[in-house]
């Protein structure tokens, strides 16, 4: 079966569109151990002697290879915003430690610079409205598409069908213990070939 790709980039063609962006959530998206970010922030306080295990672990690897897959289709071009929780204990730099240690440098390597690479903490408020304000603060009409979990994801849930523009068709929820998986990569991969809807 032909592997989706992004049709904004078709090889060998000028890439003058902006890179699609990925809001990415962490527990239950790639993180499915319950106490992994706890085993994060001890491996990051240099309490834990040997963290190379932990990290080798820290992401599911089916869900490390659905994100490549997602990746490599829109040629490497994507650019990374995280949205989960993870965002309020760990700053921007130990984020991209943690990425590349955890065996996804291409996020790493492709975070959002300044504050954009993390959506705002609304006190009160939902994952919805978070992604929501981000897109107010800094979309552009790029291509986007957001990964969430049932959990976290509920409003997110309850923004498709109120049918909110921003989220319709972008939206992958992953269940809780599951993860991401290959079975996400097309859905992903269409909406990270359409242009965004600006709030």
Not at 53 to 61: H, K
Not at 111 to 130: N, V
Not at 160 to 186: F, K, S, T
């Amino acid at each position: 079966m032909e592997k989706p790709r992004c049709r904004h980039f078709r090889q060998g063609s000028p890439m003058t569109e902006p890179a699609p962006i990925v809001f990415l959530d962490i527990d239950d998206v790639l993180c499915l151990d319950l106490e992994g970010r706890l085993w994060v922030e001890t491996a990051v306080a240099g309490r834990l002697p040997d963290p190379e295990p932990m990290y080798g672990r820290l992401f599911s690897a089916d869900a490390k290879a659905a994100l490549a897959q997602i990746d490599a289709a829109c040629h490497s071009r994507l650019r990374y915003v995280v949205s989960s929780l993870w965002r309020l204990v760990f700053d921007r730099a130990q984020m991209t430690s943690i990425f590349e240690a955890a065996g996804l440098p291409f996020v790493a390597q492709r975070l959002e610079a300044g504050d954009r690479w993390r959506t705002p903490h609304l006190l009160g408020e939902g994952r919805a409205a978070e992604v929501a304000l981000w897109l107010q603060r800094h979309h552009r009409g790029e291509a986007y598409a957001v990964v969430d979990d049932r959990f976290s994801g509920l409003d997110l849930i309850e923004a498709v069908a109120r049918a909110e523009p921003y989220v319709v068709d972008r939206l992958a929820i992953c269940e809780e213990g599951v993860g991401l998986l290959e079975q996400h990569v097309p859905e992903l991969v269409a909406a990270l070939q359409q242009p965004g809807v600006c709030r």
